[in-house]
């Protein structure tokens, strides 16, 4: 007979319901809007309890924005594949890329981002510093793959972001900025082949 799984813990279902209210906060109202006390309010626990968990507002942001971008690059944590097509390879993280963008929490908390960093260049510079850190999915496979002599560049950041770039100018900026309607499959599928052809006539 197999065991359950524990319950979790007070104080993680208060956390846990601490940044469901909070996501739901910056989205319905965004950053400026929201405060410490309408978060607790919508959490249901005291303002104390809040600021036991997340020292301040910009914390809470900053940690839902990283947990958000970390899924994000796990699902683009394709490993290269020396025996594989290169082709098939970027087509399936392009695709990955192309989901995580389509994810309506992710562009609203893109929108709200963008918005703060705008009236807050000390905000927007402490988000950058936060998450500086990561090495996005394509610069990794890039990397790996121009290090085994099957792409040509010397900088697999600037080609990851080229790559990204074309993805987004079609995915992500047209929706967050001027409200276009996400790309439907066929659409996607488009982008994503137009967007690795081009990368691989450049640096294939």
Sequence with gaps: ??????????????????????????????????????????????KRTVYNH??????????????MLARGQDDLSL???PDAPL??????????KLRLMHDPDFIDLARVAIVAGMHSPDLARAMIARLGHREAGF?????????????????????AAQLESLLKGAAFWP????????LGRARQKAVADGAVDMFLARYG
């Design 1 to 46: 007979m197999t065991e359950a799984a524990p319950a979790p813990r007070l104080t993680d279902r208060k956390r846990a319901a601490i940044l469901d209210a909070a996501l739901a906060e910056f989205r319905a109202a965004g950053y400026e809007a929201t405060s410490m006390d309408r978060i607790a309010a919508a959490a249901g626990v005291s």
């Design 54 to 67: 997340f020292p301040s507002k910009e914390a809470l942001f900053g940690h839902i924005l990283e947990a």
């Design 79 to 81: 490993p290269y594949r």
């Design 87 to 96: 082709r098939a390879q970027l087509l399936e993280l392009a695709q990955r």
């Design 139 to 159: 610069a990794a496979w890039i990397r790996a793959a121009a290090a085994d002599g099957r792409l040509k560049t010397r900088d697999p950041a600037f080609a």
């Design 175 to 182: 929706q967050l900025a001027l409200g276009q309607p996400p």
